[in-house]
């Protein structure tokens, strides 16, 4: 059996169904592999490596197991860190495979005699949780099973196997008993760890005491898939909840004690509530920049902080409790002691309740003339609201990184819990949006995929259109084209006074490069044409391309702006 043949056998035995990659000489035994083993397992061949990396990466992210992609040596694999990185930022399990030189001639002063040849792993340490190089047959089963292993456990993330040509195309006699997996190693959470008693002690009596608590959920709640201990926790005390970008969907964002996104693209009446509180239950979140206002929300209040990675707690703010477990398990416990202790609050009628709706109404009254507004061409929020309203409650909804994601996580609405918003907030790096919908479809065969892009974001992928229609993957992609890139010529007018360079494009024809590609391809212009358009691509049964026209304007980071004005910058 050849090294790439049973490292694909080993794939398969850990429930990888599919494998993104470009394939080059170097890695062809795997493919080879991969080919023997159809249907069980298949490869995805994309045209560039760092979309196949974004594919695996929100492959994962939305099937919950481990998402793998491979590259050839060299620029293969120079191509990689884009998606890698993310996966590291956001605690996604991915395997990335990589050929490499032959062994015989690595040697030769330090890989620059060989083509294509370079030192790679030190390119990957910083953004991998390991990696490793199998430089002789025999240890490839222990270093796959270490790589699961690695990358399901504690914080997820993504690992590295190096594979040199020769040892790939090495046949090789392995005994059945070497190429056993270890399946609980093949999703995430793999195996749940318990929180210290006396923390949740310590956290029903915070929370008891607390008169104006707030739960901040982050993408960790999605990774633990503990959505209803989450709302239970909330209901139980009537607890308001906000969300950071990556975990929107916690919970149902028509709940009535869903606050919707927080922080630097959040909902006013969530940041509201969240720096007016006296308690803020971090959970399943790092408390990062955008999620905390530049790590300003919440810093006067007190704070319990649950998470699977100890290191967290305490980096950003002063933590009353920490609270090191897996979520789900954590706050199953926390629920049975409070239950135990605590009397149940009444959520109907609650003042709660109406503090909510109060300073809901506010913010609305703020942003609803533009949510609202039939302006041509189309303001981003009223985009957001048209396409919102058509999704049905089991869609998936995917958005490329900067301008549109931070319209996007504002103000779509998800009506269900679960990891229906699948977008890049661990690099943010633009281009993520076409590559991540491939990914998300081919799990989810029999789901509506939506997918948005600015049209600089989706210059940068426009070659794997070309991959939905050989696939016949029928996703629903919108590109907002405002004909620049929208939020370095908003900072440019804004703190540059209006010194605007290298930021906008000449008009594409966005239509006629659908059809090229064998896609549907349509124009909008107004607001009332969004849904229609949306309905049509739906049952066309083809990927479809939606030119949406949006106007130029602030970005959706308002509090920089409004900063900005307060000091006098332009």
């Known amino acids: 059996m050849k090294i790439g043949s049973a490292l694909a056998r080993m794939l398969k035995d850990y429930k990888v169904k599919h494998v993104f990659g470009v394939p080059g000489v170097q890695t062809l035994a795997l493919y080879e592999g991969i080919y023997d083993l159809q249907p069980e397992i298949t490869h995805i061949g994309m045209r560039d490596e760092r979309n196949a990396s974004f594919a695996a990466d929100a492959y994962a992210k939305f099937t919950g197991k481990v998402g793998v992609c491979d590259a050839t040596v060299g620029p293969g694999a120079i191509n990689l860190p884009p998606g890698i990185g993310e996966s590291y930022n956001s605690s996604v399990p991915v395997l ?5 030189i032959p062994t015989t001639w690595q040697t030769r002063d330090e890989y620059g005699n060989a083509s294509q040849g370079f030192d790679q792993i030190p390119l990957f340490k910083s953004i991998t949780k390991w990696q490793a190089k199998v430089d002789i047959p025999e240890n490839l089963p222990k270093v796959v099973r270490h790589a699961f292993r690695i990358a399901t456990s504690e914080r997820p993330g993504p690992v590295l196997i190096d594979i040199p040509h020769d040892v790939f195309d090495t046949d090789y006699e392995f005994k059945e008993e070497d190429l056993y997996v270890e399946e609980e190693f093949s999703r995430y959470p793999p195996l749940r760890v318990a929180p210290d008693p006396s923390k949740i002690s310590e956290a029903v009596k915070l929370l008891s005491e607390a008169e104006r608590p707030v739960i901040v959920a982050g993408g960790g709640v999605h990774i633990s898939q503990a959505y209803e201990e989450l709302r239970e926790l909330a209901e139980y005390l009537v607890i308001p909840v906000a969300t950071t970008i990556t975990g929107k969907g916690s919970i149902p964002e028509t709940h009535p004690l869903s606050l919707g ?12 509530l969240v720096s007016e509180a006296d308690l803020v239950f971090f959970i399943g979140c790092k ?12 810093k006067d209040a007190r704070i319990i902080h649950m998470d699977v990675d100890a290191k967290e707690m305490g980096r950003n703010f002063r933590t009353d409790v920490k609270i090191p477990c897996d979520v789900k398990l954590g706050l199953k416990m926390l629920n049975e002691a409070l239950k135990e202790k605590v009397k149940k609050r009444e959520l109907e009628n609650s003042p709660v309740i109406e503090r909510i709706r109060k300073a809901y109404q506010e913010w609305w009254s703020v942003v609803e003339e533009k949510v609202n507004s039939n302006a041509t061409p189309m303001k981003p929020q009223r985009l957001i609201k048209e396409i919102g309203e058509f999704m049905g409650e089991d869609d998936i909804f995917v958005s490329d990184a900067a301008y549109q ?14 990891r229906r918003y699948i977008t890049n907030r661990g690099l943010a790096g633009i281009g993520y949006g076409l590559p991540a919908a491939i990914g998300v479809k081919v799990a989810a065969q029999d789901r509506h995929v939506i997918g948005i892009s600015g049209d600089g974001s989706f210059g940068y ?19 907002f084209n405002n004909q620049c890139f929208g939020w370095i010529k908003w900072a440019q007018k804004l703190f540059y006074c209006d010194k605007c360079i290298s930021v906008d494009f000449v008009e594409t024809d966005f239509v006629k490069l659908a059809e090229s590609f064998g896609w549907k391809g349509m124009r909008v212009e107004r607001p009332d044409e969004v849904k229609d358009a949306m309905k049509e691509a739906r049952e066309s049964g083809k990927p479809t391309l939606i030119d949406a026209k949006i106007e130029f304007m602030e970005s959706p980071v308002i509090p920089y702006m409004e900063e900005a004005k307060r000091k006098g910058i332009c």
């Open 287 to 298: 408390t990062g920049q955008f999620a905390t206002f530049n790590w300003t929300l919440g």
């Open 261 to 272: 996104l927080l922080g630097l693209n959040g909902r006013g009446h969530a940041n509201k």
């Open 405 to 418: 994601a931070g319209w996007s996580a504002c103000y779509l609405t998800l009506k269900k819990y679960g």
């Open 96 to 100: 990335a495979i990589i050929a490499d």
């Open 461 to 479: 992928t426009i070659g794997d259109m070309e991959t939905c229609a050989r696939y016949n993957l029928p996703i629903t992609m919108i590109i």
